[in-house]
Nanobody, 123 residues
C-alpha cells in the first residue's frame, strides 16, 4: 500500500504563496490518480485539485486560476502551487492516491491518504 507524506505547509499573509509537496513510497506515475484535499475545522473534507493517470487535471471552482497541481514523475512527487492565498484557504491539506485511471475530486475514490500539512492564511 502506498504511503504519502506531505510537506510545505505554513503561515502566510493574504495574497501570498505556498507550495505543497507529497512524496509517495512507491512509483505512482501511470498507475495512480492523485489529488489534494483540504479540511477546515468543523467542515467536511473537500477536493482541491486532482490529476488523473492521463494527466487530466481537475480543480475546485474556488481555486481555479490560483492553484496548480503537478507531478514530478522522476521524483515521484505530487505538488500543489498555491498563489494569491486568502483566509478562506486556511485548512489542513491532504494528499491522496488511488489505483484508478480517473478519480477527479471524489473523496470516496481515494483509499490512501497522507497525514496532512497545515496551511494558515491571515488577512
Amino acid at each position: 500500500q502506498v504511503q504519502l507524506v506531505e510537506s510545505g505547509g505554513g503561515s502566510v499573509q493574504s495574497g501570498g504563496s505556498l507550495r505543497l509537496s507529497c512524496a509517495a513510497s512507491e512509483y505512482t506515475y501511470s498507475s495512480y490518480c492523485m489529488g489534494w484535499f483540504r479540511q477546515a475545522p468543523g467542515e467536511e473534507r473537500e477536493g482541491v485539485a486532482s490529476i488523473d493517470v492521463d494527466g487530466t487535471t481537475t480543480y475546485a471552482d474556488s481555486v481555479k486560476g490560483r492553484f496548480t497541481i503537478s507531478q514530478d514523475n522522476d521524483k515521484d512527487t505530487l505538488s500543489l502551487q498555491m498563489n494569491n492565498l486568502n483566509p478562506g484557504d486556511t485548512a489542513m491539506y491532504y494528499c491522496a492516491a488511488a489505483r484508478f485511471y480517473r478519480c477527479e475530486l471524489d473523496v470516496s475514490r481515494y483509499p490512501y491518504w497522507g497525514q496532512g500539512t497545515q496551511v494558515t492564511v491571515s488577512s
